[in-house]
Each structure stands twice: as structure tokens, then as C-alpha cells.
């Protein structure tokens, strides 16, 4: 017979299995719930919608006392847990109780002025609705981040590209957005000590808080800040027009005409003396008894509940600043403006979601601010959502894992209002999970059962599951049920009235979902190969383009894969072409679909792709699609900017062979050893009417589409 403190540890690691589950199909922090505070409509069984309400307060003095009042069930929670599942570790075959160490981290149209030809620009989910990118596209423009420059080249006539002005931006770059005469790049930055952040090393999670441990050490996590620098691009001399510093790590940025919102996350941290756990709990020594753990785990959770009575409301909100006429000005938060769910029923963090023009030089800025860790961003024309994975739904009993989503409006101007919030089944693996349509929230997620992964529980499925606003509550109102019994979705992808799942677990499934019924979505049709996509990309309207990997009969999985399918007959689509890339190789757009770029006029793709064939190599390769299949026309290398490694410094030289004269404006090098050239990583494909434009970490080549092995321009783009 099993002890007692045996049978807790096998529930321990049967909930760790779970836990860990979920943290891998997040891959962010396993965040919170919350929901309109309405009516109390059900949104889906056991849940009601006062379990997710989010409240917004009239004062400072309710807003601090609902944070505290949300921490304190955390760490109530948390006591909980490592009271009663005993924390076990076993020596010289003796159980002692005690802490195990670390714990195990959650995963955590263009207005641009004249056109005067065509080129492709970011690759966006729902049209109109601009997403930040390294690669802009404006007029005769091309514009790029590299290194922690924004790079402005005149791009035609094809042959004499050549950039016209850098411009430094502070921290490291990571998208941005053009229009009119404005570029707005979103960077992230250390706090150099001047911008108010509070430490990154520790946080209210799970447990509370968490230190990040280095060499056995404290990490030095300065805060994180994302900033927004606004810069005027009408002349050739780029001017900054505004900076603002925002205290945490950028999740998402939109653009509706010349609105941005950026969509920031932070930690909560930890208020002073909120003591550490692990070193209150096991010092000096693990606790020899039940008991005495008990007895340490009671003292620590009353340590902590003082320290967060005792905290202020400053000790909690994020910094928010901005630097006018060279000084920094705090920029405050008006408490009407924070959302909060019930106690306990978000994870870490803050999102805010905050909105300026940027065509405005001083205009204003507004800003929702809601507590919990956001997992994805998805923007329509007029709706935002939020959505939170539930990190609580294991404590609370439920069967199934489950999301949170917070519904926004977004107006005309600058307002960003808060509409609603309810629960859906399961868990979600990017925003092209997500879809708004004629007020329809429509939600491909994997359903996770409550013992995942023990002999003898129910299996893993997927679904669509669609709701809609009703009050202040987003009800669930249809659903297609379970499908693929044991699979995961892998890729999924809403065009007009329908879905498009991928599952994948030993044969990849495409399904055909009608969702022109809200109420009752429908399997139409499947079609099964090996392999799986990752990325589903509407080549027209009766035809999809894919990205993803083939697998052989075995299991095994194998190379990058493009492929066609046909969904003109809805009840039975059909594989068209499927054509694997050379060697082993792999792609941004297997997780980044602004990584995709497809020329509909021209019908062609271009995939940045990088491999091993003996040496490594980074090219960008085209290949022509269509409905009746797919035809590769060749890659273009970018070799010729690869860095010596074994030289005295980062010289780019040609690839043997290369001729200099094939490439303007690159320079010949010495001879060097091939075993000592280090690639550069290709980043993008842009076209401009009959060209490509490829651009790496090292330059860019601009090829006519007819001759991928002469460029007729080039350009050395050296970090700096």
C-alpha cells in the first residue's frame, strides 16, 4: 500500500503533467480569465458569466484594493497547493518533504501616397488591418529594420537602389509601421536606471513570487521597456517626432490608418517584503516532517499577505513615459481606465493596450489596462481580442483546459473600449486561431482533458467554437464538437464562411468547416496526408497555399514541404501539389506568417529558407502557384555577404566561385577557406512589379524574376 505522502506525489506529478501540457501549447504565460459583468447568461457548462467578469473602478483606493484582494487569493492558492501536495523529494531512499528547487516556468489597406507601381507589402491576417514588420513597403520606398537602424532605400527604379538615409533607434528593433510621411518603430529597451521599471527577476506567479536563478546565483533582469519611436519620413534626413517608453515586452502592435495600438505586457513583480518562497520554505534546512512544512508554508503565506496590505498602488501599475524636448515625463495611469477579473483567475501581469496617431507629434494617448498575462492579440476592422488561457481551471475542478477572451470596440479615434468577456473550450496556438465575422467570435482550439496523458483518460481533441457579444457577457452559441480524437491543431486559418483546421499527430487532416451557421458549425469535408501544415495561406478563392512538413509513412518527420489544396469541393478537398524544398532545412513562416509573402498579381511565392547540405546556407526561395499546382523557379543565394569568421573582423566576402562584378556595389575579397563563411539569415521577399527584392542580415539583391542568379542591384547592409 501506497503512503499518504506517495499518494500525493503521484497526484503532484499527474497535475505536473497537465500543467506542463498546457505551458507547451501556450508557449507565453498560462494566464488569466475574465468577462463582462452582466447578466450571468452561461457560456458553457459550469460556467457562468460572473466567474469572468472584469470590473473597472471609480477610484485609485478600489483599483489598489481589488489588486491586493486578486494577489492575496494567488498566494493563497499557491499555500495551498504546496501544503496539500507535499512537495516530495526522496533521498538515500528515505521521503523527505521539502522544495524541489525550481519550479518549472510556464512557457510563456495602406495610405502611403502615390503608387506609382505595384509591390507586395506585410503579409496581415484580416485585410486593412496593418501588423508591424521588419519589411515596409511605401511608394517607391522601401523601408527596413536592421541591426537597430531603420533603413530607408529608394527601391525604383530596380537598378539603382541604394539606401538614402539610417537612422539609429534606440534598444533592438522589432517591427514597424509606414504610412503618409510617418514611420512608428516598436523597440524594446533596457532600463539604463532613468525610466522608473521594476526588476524582471521575480514576479506573482506560480508559485509566488518566482526568482529567475543563474549559475546558482540572482539574474540581473533589468526591467523591460517597449518603446515607440515616431519618426517623420517626408525628407531625405529622417526627423524623431516622439518617443515613448512603455514598462514591458511588446505582445502585438495594430494600425488602423495612422491609430497604433500597442498591446504591452509586464509582470506584476513583486511589492517590498513579499518574501521569496523556496529560501523561506526550506531554510535552513528541508523540513524533516509534514508538519513542520506545513507549519513553514503558513508562515510564508502570512509573510507575503502583510507584505501586499502593506503595498501601494504605485508598487504595482507599470511606467509609462515619454521624452519631450529631451527630458522624460512620466505620463500617469487614470485608474478608470484598469480592468480587473475576480480574485485569482488571472496569472501574471498586466496588458495594456495603448493608442495614439502617428501623425500627430504631441497628440493624445489612451489606454485600457487589464490585469493578467495576454497569450494572443487578434484586430479586425472594429473588434480586439485578448485571449487569457485559464491557469486556474485545474484548481477549480473544471474537466477541460479553457481560454479566456476579452472582447474590445475600436472606434474611429483613439478609444479602445471594453465590451465583454467569457470562456471557450481548450487553448489556442496563434491569432490566426481567431476570427471575428458579422459579430461572431469564431475559435479554433485543442481541448486539453484534466488528466492528459494518464492510462485510461479521455484523448486530446480540437474544435470551433463560436459565441458572440450578449450584454456583457460573450456567450458561446455553436460549436463543431470533438474532433480528431489524439491530435493537436498544427495550423488553422478563417476565410469568409469558412474553417480551415490542420491536425496532426502520425497524418495530417485538413478540414472544411461550414460556419456560415454560427449555431451550428459543420465538418464538411477532410482530406488526410502525410505530414502536416503549419501555415494556411488563401491562394484563391477555391485554393489554399501552404507551408509545413512532410512526414514519411513511419512517423518521421522530414523536410519543409509547400503545397495546394483544392476546397472547391467543400465535402471532398483534395491534395493538388506538394513539393518538398532541398535538403534539411526550416523557415520563419513555419511560426511567423509575416515571413509569407505571395504575389497574387504574379503568382508567385517567396520563402525565406535556411538549411544544411554539407555547409549551411540561407536563400529565398520562389516558387510559382497556382490551381494547378506548384512550380519552383530557383532561390536566391545570398553567400556573397557571408562573414569570415576566421578573419580579423566581420568582413562580408563572396562565396568561391561568385563573380563581384554579378553584384553592384559588393566588393571582391581575398580567397578565404569555405569551412570559415558564416552565412547571413535570410529575412524577407518583397516584390516591385516584375522584381524580387531579398533581404538578409547581410544586404539586399534585387533580381529580375526571369534571372534569380544575376542581380541587378545590391546592397551590403553591415550591422552597425
Given at each position: 500500500?501506497?503512503?499518504?505522502?506517495?499518494?500525493?506525489?503521484?497526484?503532484?506529478?499527474?497535475?505536473?503533467?497537465?500543467?506542463i501540457a498546457v505551458c507547451l501549447t501556450a508557449i507565453a504565460s498560462c494566464s488569466g480569465c475574465s468577462g463582462g459583468g452582466g447578466s450571468g447568461a452561461p457560456l458553457g457548462p459550469g460556467d457562468s458569466q460572473s466567474e469572468v467578469a472584469l470590473s473597472q473602478f471609480a477610484s485609485c483606493d478600489d483599483l489598489r484594493a481589488a489588486i491586493v484582494a486578486d494577489a492575496r487569493a494567488k498566494i493563497a492558492v499557491q499555500a495551498e497547493r504546496l501544503r496539500e501536495d507535499g512537495w516530495t523529494v526522496v533521498r538515500d531512499g528515505d521521503v523527505l518533504v521539502g522544495a524541489p528547487g525550481e519550479p518549472?516556468?510556464?512557457?510563456?489597406?495602406?495610405?502611403?501616397?502615390?503608387?506609382?507601381?505595384?509591390?507586395?507589402?506585410?503579409?496581415?491576417?484580416?485585410?486593412?488591418?496593418?501588423?508591424?514588420?521588419?519589411?515596409?513597403?511605401?511608394?517607391?520606398?522601401?523601408?527596413?529594420?536592421?541591426?537597430?537602424?531603420?533603413?530607408?532605400?529608394q527601391a525604383r527604379p530596380p537598378e539603382a537602389t541604394a539606401v538614402l538615409a539610417r537612422l539609429a533607434i534606440e534598444g533592438f528593433p522589432t517591427g514597424m509601421f509606414v504610412t503618409g510621411d510617418r514611420a512608428a518603430v516598436v523597440s524594446q529597451v533596457d532600463d539604463p536606471g532613468d525610466l522608473g521599471g521594476d526588476d524582471a527577476c521575480a514576479w506573482i506567479d506560480d508559485p509566488l513570487p518566482r526568482p529567475m536563478a543563474l549559475d546558482g546565483g540572482i539574474?540581473?533582469?533589468?526591467?523591460?521597456?517597449?518603446?515607440?519611436?515616431?519618426?517623420?519620413?517626408?525628407?531625405?534626413?529622417?526627423?524623431?517626432?516622439?518617443?515613448?517608453?512603455?514598462?514591458?515586452?511588446?505582445?502585438?502592435?495594430?494600425?488602423?490608418?495612422?491609430?497604433?495600438?500597442?498591446?504591452?505586457?509586464?509582470?506584476?513583480?513583486?511589492?517590498?517584503?513579499?518574501?521569496?518562497?523556496?529560501?523561506?520554505?526550506?531554510?535552513?534546512?528541508?523540513?524533516?516532517?509534514?508538519?513542520?512544512?506545513?507549519?513553514?508554508?503558513?508562515?510564508?503565506?502570512?509573510?507575503?499577505?502583510?507584505?501586499?496590505?502593506a503595498s501601494a498602488l504605485e508598487d504595482w501599475l507599470p511606467a509609462h513615459r515619454e521624452r519631450v524636448a529631451g527630458?522624460?515625463?512620466?505620463?500617469?495611469?487614470?485608474?478608470?481606465?484598469a480592468h480587473v477579473p475576480p480574485p485569482a483567475l488571472s496569472d501574471s501581469g498586466a496588458t495594456r493596450i495603448v493608442a495614439l496617431r502617428m501623425s500627430e507629434d504631441d497628440g493624445p494617448i489612451e489606454e485600457a489596462l487589464v490585469i493578467g498575462g495576454a497569450q494572443q492579440v487578434y484586430a479586425s476592422a472594429d473588434t480586439l481580442?485578448?485571449?487569457?488561457?485559464?491557469?486556474?481551471?485545474?484548481?477549480?475542478?473544471?474537466?477541460?483546459?479553457?481560454?479566456?477572451?476579452?472582447?474590445?470596440?475600436l472606434g474611429e479615434g483613439l478609444?479602445?473600449?471594453?465590451?465583454?468577456?467569457?470562456?471557450?473550450?481548450?487553448?489556442?496556438?496563434?491569432?490566426?486561431?481567431?476570427?471575428?465575422?458579422?459579430?461572431?467570435?469564431?475559435?479554433?482550439?485543442?481541448?486539453?482533458?484534466?488528466?492528459a496523458g494518464l492510462p485510461g483518460a479521455p484523448p486530446t481533441t480540437s474544435r470551433i467554437t463560436t459565441a458572440r457579444v450578449d450584454g456583457e457577457a460573450i456567450a458561446v452559441v455553436g460549436s463543431t464538437g470533438d474532433l480528431a480524437p489524439g491530435e493537436r491543431i498544427f495550423a488553422a486559418r478563417f476565410l469568409g464562411d469558412r474553417g480551415y483546421l490542420v491536425t496532426f499527430r502520425r497524418i495530417d487532416p485538413l478540414f472544411v468547416v461550414d460556419l456560415a451557421d454560427p449555431a451550428a458549425p459543420a465538418v464538411l469535408g477532410e482530406v488526410e496526408i502525410t505530414g502536416f501544415?503549419?501555415?494556411?495561406?488563401?491562394?484563391?478563392?477555391?485554393?489554399?497555399?501552404?507551408?509545413?512538413?512532410?512526414?514519411?509513412?513511419?512517423?518521421?518527420?522530414?523536410?519543409?514541404?509547400?503545397?495546394?489544396?483544392?476546397?472547391?469541393?467543400?465535402?471532398?478537398?483534395?491534395?493538388?501539389?506538394?513539393?518538398?524544398?532541398?535538403?534539411?532545412?526550416?523557415?520563419?513562416?513555419?511560426?511567423?506568417?509575416?515571413?509569407?509573402t505571395f504575389d497574387s498579381a504574379l503568382g508567385i511565392v517567396a520563402l525565406p529558407y535556411s538549411r544544411y547540405d554539407g555547409v549551411f546556407r540561407s536563400s529565398l526561395v520562389l516558387v510559382a502557384a497556382d490551381a494547378g499546382?506548384?512550380?519552383?523557379?530557383?532561390?536566391?543565394?545570398?553567400?556573397?555577404?557571408?562573414?569570415?569568421?576566421?578573419?580579423?573582423?566581420?568582413?562580408?566576402?563572396?562565396?568561391?566561385?561568385?563573380?563581384?562584378?554579378?553584384?553592384?556595389?559588393?566588393?571582391?575579397?581575398?580567397?578565404?577557406?569555405?569551412?570559415?563563411?558564416?552565412?547571413?539569415?535570410?529575412?524577407?521577399?518583397?516584390?516591385?512589379?516584375d522584381f524580387v527584392y531579398s533581404i538578409s542580415s547581410g544586404g539586399l539583391l534585387v533580381n529580375a524574376i526571369g534571372d534569380l542568379a544575376a542581380p541587378v542591384a545590391a546592397v551590403e547592409l553591415p550591422s552597425g
Open positions: 500500500m501506497r503512503s499518504v505522502l506517495e499518494d500525493r506525489r503521484v497526484r503532484a506529478l499527474a497535475a505536473d503533467v497537465v500543467w518549472v516556468p510556464a512557457p510563456r489597406p495602406d495610405e502611403g501616397g502615390p503608387q506609382p507601381g505595384r509591390s507586395t507589402d506585410t503579409n496581415v491576417q484580416v485585410p486593412g488591418v496593418d501588423e508591424a514588420d521588419v519589411v515596409e513597403t511605401a511608394g517607391d520606398r522601401l523601408y527596413l529594420l536592421h541591426g537597430s537602424d531603420l533603413v530607408i532605400l539574474a540581473f533582469c533589468p526591467p523591460q521597456f517597449t518603446k515607440l519611436t515616431v519618426v517623420d519620413v517626408a525628407n531625405d534626413a529622417p526627423r524623431v517626432a516622439r518617443e515613448i517608453y512603455l514598462e514591458g515586452v511588446s505582445l502585438a502592435a495594430r494600425r488602423h490608418g495612422d491609430v497604433v495600438r500597442l498591446v504591452v505586457q509586464r509582470g506584476w513583480g513583486v511589492p517590498p517584503g513579499v518574501p521569496e518562497p523556496w529560501g523561506f520554505i526550506t531554510s535552513p534546512s528541508l523540513a524533516e516532517s509534514e508538519e513542520e512544512l506545513r507549519r513553514r508554508v503558513d508562515a510564508w503565506e502570512q509573510a507575503a499577505i502583510a507584505a501586499l496590505d527630458d522624460l515625463v512620466d505620463v500617469p495611469i487614470d485608474c478608470r481606465d481580442l485578448l485571449a487569457y488561457p485559464d491557469w486556474s481551471w485545474f484548481d477549480a475542478g473544471e474537466p477541460n483546459d479553457r481560454t479566456a477572451i476579452h472582447a474590445f470596440a478609444e479602445t473600449r471594453y465590451l465583454a468577456s467569457g470562456f471557450v473550450p481548450g487553448t489556442t496556438i496563434s491569432q490566426l486561431a481567431f476570427d471575428v465575422r458579422d459579430g461572431v467570435i469564431r475559435v479554433a482550439s485543442t481541448v486539453s482533458p484534466r488528466d501544415s503549419e501555415y494556411l495561406h488563401p491562394l484563391d478563392e477555391t485554393h489554399l497555399v501552404t507551408v509545413g512538413r512532410d512526414v514519411d509513412e513511419g512517423g518521421r518527420v522530414r523536410g519543409l514541404a509547400l503545397s495546394v489544396f483544392d476546397v472547391s469541393e467543400p465535402s471532398a478537398p483534395r491534395l493538388v501539389d506538394a513539393q518538398l524544398l532541398p535538403g534539411d532545412g526550416w523557415s520563419p513562416a513555419e511560426s511567423s506568417h509575416l515571413a509569407f499546382g506548384l512550380t519552383p523557379l530557383g532561390e536566391v543565394d545570398h553567400g556573397r555577404f557571408a562573414v569570415d569568421a576566421c578573419g580579423p573582423g566581420p568582413q562580408p566576402v563572396p562565396v568561391p566561385g561568385t563573380e563581384p562584378e554579378s553584384a553592384p556595389g559588393v566588393t571582391a575579397a581575398a580567397d578565404v577557406d569555405p569551412s570559415c563563411l558564416v552565412p547571413p539569415n535570410m529575412v524577407r521577399g518583397v516584390f516591385f512589379d
